[in-house]
């Protein structure tokens, strides 16, 4: 073969079922698919406490608003040369801009979700004698929950994007 040549289809294929017969390409495919969960689940995690912070208090809504307006529209691809700075070449970067790409999604997506339930609504918990965590859980949650359900699989098509990207620059 030609080292110039793309290679045929016959190649490709012989060689993905040769890299599957090696046990190669799982280990790999387990590799990738474990650093995109770290990466989804602690976007997940920032994004609920971020959004909680919101929700409660004036100051976090302001902060949260704020921090979405700057990062979300920021390609978490953009952030690999920093990554690479302050953790090196590894699972750390790669983690941290999935973290990244899925944070602001997931925030956006349910602050929305929280912010569109209806006054209305929330006199009716409060009548309800709902308050605190009973307010949340049985009240906020459920209402917001088409937001935030779309949060979470934005989160995870950007997580999946930033996770070929980052590993065409870093490699598994």
């Known amino acids: 073969m030609h080292p110039l040549r793309l ?4 190649e490709t294929l012989r ?8 046990g190669e390409i799982p280990q790999k ?9 770290m990466g989804y689940s602690a976007g997940i995690v920032l994004a609920t406490i971020l959004t909680a912070f919101g929700i ?7 902060i949260l608003e704020t921090l979405t307006a700057m990062f979300n529209p920021l390609p978490a691809i953009a952030l690999l040369p920093i990554a690479l700075i302050w953790f090196g070449l590894g699972y750390g970067s790669l983690v941290f801009v999935l973290v990244h790409s899925v944070v602001w999604a ?4 349910t602050h929305a979700g ?9 006199m009716v ?48």
């Open 56 to 62: 409660f208090t004036r100051i976090g809504n302001d």
């Open 106 to 109: 997931v925030a956006l997506n």
């Open 125 to 172: 918990g409060r009548n309800y004698g709902l308050s605190g965590l009973g307010y949340v859980t049985r009240l906020l949650i459920p209402a917001a929950l088409p937001s935030i359900l779309t949060g979470l699989k934005i989160g995870w098509a950007f997580a999946w994007r930033t996770l070929i990207a980052s590993e065409l620059v870093f490699g598994v």
């Open 29 to 37: 495919l387990g590799t990738s698919l474990k650093v995109l969960v």
């Open 15 to 22: 060689a993905l079922l040769a890299g599957f017969a090696s």
């Open 7 to 10: 290679p045929t289809f016959a």
């Open 114 to 122: 929280f912010m569109a339930v209806s006054p209305t609504m929330r």
